[in-house]
Every structure is written in C-alpha cells, then in structure tokens.
C-alpha cells in the first residue's frame, strides 16, 4: 500500500512505510528509519521549510498585528512584549511538520539534486 507523503509528512512519519519517525532530535534527520530500516540519509529539504514557515508567519502574523494596533492602539513596548515570542512559537511549531512535509514529498517524487545529463559542467 502506498504512503501518503502528506500524512507521513505531516505526522513527521517514514515517507516509505509511514510508521517510523523520520526526526532524531528536533529538527536532525535519522539516518534510517527504525521500522522499515528505509535509508534516510538522503533528506535534504534545504531551505525550503524556513520559507515557507517564514511567509506563513508574515501572512498570519502581520496582519493580526497591524489589527491589534490598530483596534487598541497600545504601547509600542507591548508589541516588543507580544509579537516576538508569538513569531517565534508560531515558526517552532511548524518548522518540523513542514520539513517532514517537503522530504515527504522529495521521497515520493523521487527529487534530487540537479545534474548535468550530458556530462557537461553547465
């Protein structure tokens, strides 16, 4: 049966069989997979996951803080106060579901690094 790279990505799960945990610590890789013995030495989703967590932030989190400026017009030391620990808890949570998401998606594509394929360096 085939594995849902969105199901196994999002639940940080094995891309091959979507039962062993793909993370050895918080955001470090296993070189294999504990239950399919899958070798997961390959994953590499760059620096992809911090974008796409980044732009989320902006979307979210900007406009929630031009809102609250606007509707009680606070301090500028309370948005020192709120936002950046809000920013920061809000790309720490995502930051691990959407890299398992993007190796997921690298497995199932079968994505690698770009290579020449006539031998050329260009």
């Not at 940080?12 to 993370?23: A, D, I, L, T, Y």
């Not at 009680?72 to 890299?99: A, S």
Request: charged share 15%.
């Amino acid at each position: 049966m085939a594995v849902s790279a969105l199901s196994a990505g999002l639940g940080c799960k094995c891309p091959n069989c979507g039962e062993g945990r793909v993370f050895d610590g918080f955001l470090r890789f296993k070189t294999r997979c504990e239950a399919c013995n899958a070798d997961l030495s390959i994953a590499d989703a760059g620096d992809g996951p911090a974008f796409f967590v980044m732009f989320a932030a902006l979307i979210v989190i900007v406009p929630s803080a031009m809102f609250f400026e606007f509707a009680f017009r606070p301090p500028g030391f309370v948005h020192i106060l709120i936002w950046p620990p809000i920013t920061l808890g809000f790309c720490l949570l995502l930051l691990r579901p959407v890299k398992s998401l993007l190796f997921a998606l690298q497995w199932k594509h079968k994505a690698g690094e770009a290579r020449p394929q006539d031998g050329s360096s260009e």
